[in-house]
């Protein structure tokens, strides 16, 4: 076989490969980040190369996750152009810490950040795209959630009718088959999708190769209708980073100016957003969620952390590392990287 046709035949090799392989294909991408930690720190130049071999496990992930979800005919409510977006928007996500750490090495830190302003300016167009476009409502990160594989691929799949097992008789395709009480919330099935009495397990029926259980919600679910007052929430995070940069740029690396400018807007934009603990769909809860934690990235961001959690979380690393056996273990790398962390705008300034 020449060269040619190899490279032509490849992309379908793979495809079946992962198809067919789900547990080998998850050990290698776990075996790709295990790599990229154990990289970190050890020679000159090895944070861009352990940086380099977990964006690259990151992006095989996505892309296996996209061939299993086709290979196991999962349904997406989302359209194709906004797919692509939002491909787009993961991609970026995963890389923009590498292309940070190789443009500064290659270009110093002027090139470094005209690239940080380039990425965020592009972030933000499409995050726009998509909150005014398509009506995306809260954005999560990453954009394209993992699939989760154990849970949303089925175990098996028959190749024959014949090869169905009779307890499984009750995998129903149509959604239809149960309907959800309005006050209790509790899914039950219909009377005319049961099957056979001989046959009935009493259970709910499955969808997609996993059965839908009381209080589970969609994962593919629609994104929530922002309210006028939502959607200036919505935008005022994603502009975020953008006027932080902006600020950065007026006042100085070092000023209080930028940290408070930001923290403002990212209070702001979580008041703004009101009570949406029944309002909001699992996946925009979890989002929510994930905001508020943030607020306490705060601590580590200079200039507060320069002048005030520096040496508090140092002592407290060391005390932890000398008193409680094999934790030093996990400690000590944690003290010997903040520095480095420190300096890497999108570990952290980035949403």
């Given amino acids: 076989m020449d060269v040619k046709n190899l490279i032509f035949d490849f992309p379908q090799k793979y495809t079946h490969f992962v198809a067919n392989n789900k547990d080998l294909i998850g050990q290698i991408e776990s075996s790709c980040r295990a790599i990229s930690y154990l990289l970190a720190g050890r020679y000159e130049s090895s944070q861009v190369i352990s940086e380099l071999i977990y964006s690259a496990s990151n992006l095989l992930a996505l892309v296996n996750d996209s061939i299993l979800s086709k290979a196991a005919n999962l349904m997406t409510h989302v359209p194709s152009t906004q797919k692509t977006l939002l491909n787009f928007l993961a991609v970026i996500d995963y890389v923009e810490v590498f292309i940070e750490m190789a443009s500064r090495s290659l270009g110093g830190d002027y090139v470094k950040w005209i690239i940080i302003v380039c990425i965020q300016i592009t972030k933000a167009v499409l995050r726009f795209i998509l909150l005014y476009k398509y009506k995306s409502g809260i954005q999560p990160i990453p954009p394209v959630p993992p699939l989760n594989r154990d849970k949303d691929l089925p175990k098996e799949t028959p190749q024959d009718p014949d090869a169905i097992n009779p307890l ?23 009377l005319d999708s049961a099957p056979p009495l001989n046959h009935r ?66 209070l702001a934009s979580l008041l703004l957003m009101g009570d949406t603990t029944e309002k909001l769909n699992k996946k925009e809860r979890v989002e929510m969620r994930r905001r508020m934690l943030l607020m306490l990235l705060y601590l580590l961001r200079s200039p507060f952390y320069d002048r005030f959690s520096k040496q508090k979380i140092i ?18 790398p944690v003290m010997e990287y903040l520095p480095v962390w420190q300096k890497i705008y999108h570990y952290v300034w980035a949403t």
Wanted: overall charge negative; proline content about 4%; charged content about 25%.
């Fill in 315 to 332: 002592i407290l690393l060391r005390l932890l590392s000398d008193n409680i056996p094999l934790v030093g273990l996990v400690t000590n």
């Fill in 168 to 190: 499984d008789l009750d995998v129903i395709g149509d959604r239809t088959s149960t309907f959800t009480l309005k006050r209790s919330k509790k899914t039950i099935r219909t």
């Fill in 201 to 266: 397990s009493w259970q709910l029926p499955m969808y997609g190769g996993k059965r839908k259980v009381e209080g589970d919600e969609d994962e593919d679910e629609d994104s929530t209708i922002l309210s006028q007052q939502q959607m200036i929430a919505e935008s005022l995070h994603i502009s975020r980073p953008l006027m932080h940069l902006i600020s950065l740029y007026g006042f100085g690396l070092n000023s209080w100016k930028p940290w408070c400018l930001a923290g403002g807007v990212d």
